[in-house]
């Protein structure tokens, strides 16, 4: 089975996105998240969660570093 979601704030609704995957029983979710850190604690539950992580989050300007 396959997923697709436009997240707009992870750290809001990572809870409801782990539910989801388990309910459906989702092979493969793809999450569009504008604004992610690569070592966020959202990105850490869904590797905890087993799944595996691509992403290729946005550099972060200098002036918000």
């Known amino acids: 089975m396959f997923g697709s ?10 809870d409801a996105i782990l ?4 309910e459906r ?3 493969v979710l793809l999450l569009a998240e504008t ?3 690569p070592d ?13 992580v691509l ?4 550099a ?3 002036s918000c570093g």
């Open 5 to 14: 979601m436009n997240v707009h704030s992870l750290n809001d609704k990572i």
């Open 19 to 22: 539910s989801v995957r388990r």
């Open 25 to 27: 029983k989702l092979d």
């Open 35 to 37: 604004w992610h850190y």
């Open 40 to 52: 966020s604690v959202c990105i850490r539950r869904l590797r905890a969660d087993g799944m595996r």
């Open 55 to 58: 992403d290729c989050p946005r």
């Open 60 to 62: 972060v300007p200098a």
